[in-house]
């Protein structure tokens, strides 16, 4: 690019960046979205990756369920460590003194060592270890902010943790290893208390459903590899981790959320590109002069090309630049949230790869829409240049430049999927985009032809309207792929929601119990049954037997290597600990899909009843082995029936079910299940919790109703985010009004003159808008729908349904921003005068 060219680009600039207001704002907006989302993601990563000591709580975690380390196992430990630190965390009932507000909550029972990394940080100026000491007659406890915001509890109240006394002295601010618990117990509001207090307590007898956690200050030289090695090799049963692998859970949320959230920003790009390049069309129609002279006084189409692109690849570096220092900022003001949301520090850094990918997306989709527009304009002779540019028709581009764009959109699409997370999903996503964006521009040039072939069988009114639709220099085809893409979002995120709130209200049938009871022993059977029976208003309680274990093969082989499908994940996660059960009797309400149910006499070899899911999963078919171990022991069945169940039935179901024999003869506990009615669920509950502290009590409307809070907040995410590209949709359409300031002003001042009214033209532009609003809702509402089934069904694996009241409700408010948008527009051309265009002819 010669000096020449750059000196011109740079003299024409200094008219000033009136009009480019469009350009900067649909540029800046989708790389602001894009660097928002990838700098709080490197930082959460990092921040997992640098601080992961405080987040798991030592340099390695050692769990264990149901019980404590043997002295075997924990003078191995002891031996490589030079402290350790233990807790015990539980799901137990929060007896208030009002029934009425008692609640399942995370215990987490710590003892003094607690934490060995970071610090647990207490609202106000108490300190942590002082709160949770035995005082006045009571010990401490700690609450999650939500039990005091909700009023279950305020500081001060005396509550019950099985059959001993706490009194609630503050309010956790910040747990250093919340991230890194097991995810039951991160779903229920936290309280800590001391390892001392739970002490006969009734909340650790056998059955109990808990972990215990042991953290690690190692020795200087051990090598974790090894000692992970060692322990994973002589105790099968154990959990560890190390600090490089602190929660990899939340680490892979966070990559996962990062490429929803980076692709998302995306869409926001690629719908603002649109307004890009009318923006840069519309400032190519107020250069035509500037380049018919450049071209009379010798210019080549090289040099005219070379002095605009210049301006071009200028203007969109501000742009991004903009977008860049807006996103960063973003990123700085949230991060506050984020690391009170997640309990990972955050320090905001600006990776240079991360910064570049930014710069490429941004300057690539600005570069994919704007070479367009200015082919264009460089195709136009000197001659047709010099004529009013109102009536100059678009010209092509040549293939050269057909050939340039596609080769761009190819690197963006490479570039995107190269450097994604998870490249399966950027791989749909390039796909739908692209099948997106043409269906679009089919459909818009289907309503183009629609309109050509009927313009002379309506109304003045509608010929007019139909007319404009399809005239040379239409924005049709840019309005309904700015209309559309936006919509389509907006709708896909609406369905989604809606189906999520309908699988929440579907998750309670209307047989459904009210109650869970899970640890019941042998000898609280009696005891169980005694107070449902005196207590009025429970109609049904059903039991089964509730035995912990391990599947340690399938088919001969390990669980991790026999499985077929990552769906099927679930079942062999934490080391393949599960649930069982066993029964002589059938199961409810279960449909077989192979085989048949034993004998209620049977007591031969173990036979195995397995879930749907199990079978396709791993392979397994009648007659094959699957090996478990129970406390111990190894106990290899036979699978005799593949059955289906519906978990929402909320019935006692176990993924595994065994033929009585040997289980029964096994120390186990059993879980309950339970209707009562609404006068007695709090009195049951409390009843079951005072006499039976290591029974974890469930209320179902408790746990959806958390359920429903954790999905809302999900829910807000996602509208957060289709606002953003529905922002870029309206700064398109803003953009498109503005470009056809002029057209529109030059028509309405012809039919003025010829005698049309204002209502008349009013109409006849109106109409035009809400035909193209109209046929870009009813695609939108297809795609959008299409979407959102492929996201319920395909990556949350739930039913969907195609709920009309969304997408119609959604329709709607996109086709009124539009018309909306078409009317400022309209009114704003017919303000001007006839006077001033007639003389200029």
């Not at 060592?113 to 002082?130: H, T």
């Not at 009379?296 to 991004?320: H, M, P, Y």
Request: proline fraction near 3%.
């Amino acid at each position: 690019m010669n000096a020449t060219a750059i000196r011109i680009a740079l003299r024409d600039l200094r008219r000033g960046y009136r009009g480019f207001w469009i350009f900067f704002s649909c540029l800046a907006l989708g790389v602001a979205a894009i660097t928002t989302v990838a700098v709080l993601s490197a930082s959460l990563t990092s921040g997992i990756e640098r601080d992961g000591k405080s987040i798991l709580g030592g340099d390695i975690a050692v769990q264990q369920q149901f019980r404590s380390l043997s002295e075997e196992q924990f003078e191995a430990l002891s031996s490589e460590s030079l402290e350790i630190a233990e807790f015990i965390e539980l799901s137990t009932l929060l007896r208030a003194k009002d029934a009425n507000n008692s609640i399942l909550v995370s215990l987490k029972a710590v003892d003094d060592a607690y934490p060995l990394y970071g610090e647990v940080k207490i609202k106000g100026e108490q300190l942590f270890a002082q709160s949770i000491t035995f005082q006045d007659g009571a010990w401490g406890a700690v609450v999650d902010p939500f039990l005091v915001e909700s009023e279950r509890v305020r500081i001060g109240d005396l509550v019950d943790f099985g059959t001993n006394k706490f009194r609630i002295i503050g309010i956790i601010e910040d747990e250093p290893d919340r991230v890194a618990s097991s995810g039951r117990f991160a779903f229920w509001p936290r309280v800590i208390v001391h390892r001392d207090s739970i002490e006969n307590s009734g909340l650790l007898g056998f059955g109990s459903r808990s972990n215990f956690e042991y953290r690690s200050i190692l020795k200087e030289g051990v090598d974790t590899v090894a000692l992970r090695s060692k322990f994973e090799t002589q105790w099968t049963n154990l959990g560890f981790r190390d600090y490089r692998n602190a929660s990899p859970d939340l680490s892979e949320i966070v990559q996962r959320i990062g490429v929803l959230l980076s692709l998302a920003g995306l869409t926001t790009l690629l719908v603002g590109g649109v307004g890009v390049s009318n923006a840069i069309r519309a400032y190519m129609d107020t250069r035509l002069v500037t380049i018919a002279i450049l071209k009379c006084i010798g210019g080549s189409n090289r040099f005219v090309l070379r002095t605009f692109l210049f301006q071009i690849v200028l203007l969109s570096a501000i742009g991004v630049l903009i977008g860049i220092v807006a996103g960063t900022g973003i990123a700085i003001f949230a991060s506050t949230a984020v690391e009170r949301l997640l309990s990972v520090p955050l320090d905001i850094t600006l990776d240079p790869v991360l910064m570049g990918i930014v710069i490429a997306y941004g300057m690539l989709t600005a570069m994919l829409f704007t070479l367009w527009p200015l082919a264009c304009a460089l195709n136009t002779s000197p001659a047709t240049l010099f004529r009013n540019a109102i009536s100059v028709e678009r010209q092509r581009a040549s293939w050269k430049f057909v050939a340039i764009t596609v080769g761009i959109a190819v690197l963006l699409a490479v570039i995107v999927i190269a450097t994604a997370y998870q490249r399966s999903f950027a791989i749909w996503f390039v796909i739908g985009v692209s099948v997106a964006w043409i269906v679009f521009r089919l459909i818009s040039l289907l309503v183009m032809r629609l309109a050509k072939l009927a313009g002379g069988r309506f109304s003045p009114i509608v010929q007019l309207a139909l007319a404009n639709l399809h005239r040379p220099g239409a924005s049709t085809s840019d309005t309904v792929l700015a209309i559309g893409l936006g919509l389509s979002v907006l709708i896909a995120t609406a369905m989604v929601s809606a189906n999520l709130n309908q699988q929440i209200s579907n998750m309670i049938p209307e047989a459904a119990p009210e109650f869970f009871f899970i640890g019941i022993q042998s000898d609280q059977f009696d005891e169980f049954h005694q107070i449902v029976e005196e207590i009025g208003g429970v109609t049904e309680v059903e039991v089964m037997p509730y035995i912990p274990g391990r599947i340690t093969r399938i088919k001969g082989l390990d669980p991790l290597d026999a499985l077929v499908n990552e769906d099927g994940r679930w079942i062999v996660d934490d080391g393949g600990e599960r649930s069982f059960s066993y029964t002589a009797e059938p199961l409810k309400d279960v449909k077989m899909i192979a085989g048949d149910w034993w004998p209620p006499d049977y007591a031969g070899e173990p036979l195995l009843s397995i879930h749907e899911e199990v079978a396709d999963n791993f392979d397994v078919g009648i007659g094959d082995e699957i090996a478990l171990n129970i406390l111990g022991r190894e106990i290899i069945g036979k699978v005799h029936n593949i059955r289906d169940l519906e978990w929402r039935s909320m019935r006692l179901n176990f993924a595994i079910t065994l033929s009585p024999e040997p289980l029964r003869s096994i120390p186990h506990s059993s879980v309950a299940t339970a209707h009562v009615d609404d006068e007695s669920e709090f009195i049951l509950q409390d009843r079951i919790a005072s006499a039976m502290p290591s029974v974890t009590v469930i209320r179902v409307k408790e746990a959806l109703n958390r359920v429903a809070e954790l999905a809302g907040r999900a829910q807000n995410a996602a509208r957060s985010i289709s606002a953003v590209t529905i922002a870029a949709g309206i700064l398109v359409l803003a953009g498109i009004v503005i470009s056809e300031n002029r057209r529109r002003a030059y028509e309405s001042v012809l039919l003025k003159t010829i005698g049309a009214t204002r209502r008349y033209i009013l109409a006849t532009f109106s109409l035009e808008y809400l035909l193209q609003g109209t046929v870009s809702a009813l695609a939108a509402t297809f795609l959008g729908s299409l979407t959102s089934w492929a996201v319920v069904s395909g990556l949350m694996g739930w039913n969907w349904s195609f709920l009309p009241l969304s997408a119609v409700n959604t329709a709607i408010l996109g086709l009124a921003i539009s018309l909306v948008l078409g009317m400022l527009g309209i009114w704003q051309a017919l303000r001007h005068r006839p006077l001033y265009y007639l003389r200029n002819e």
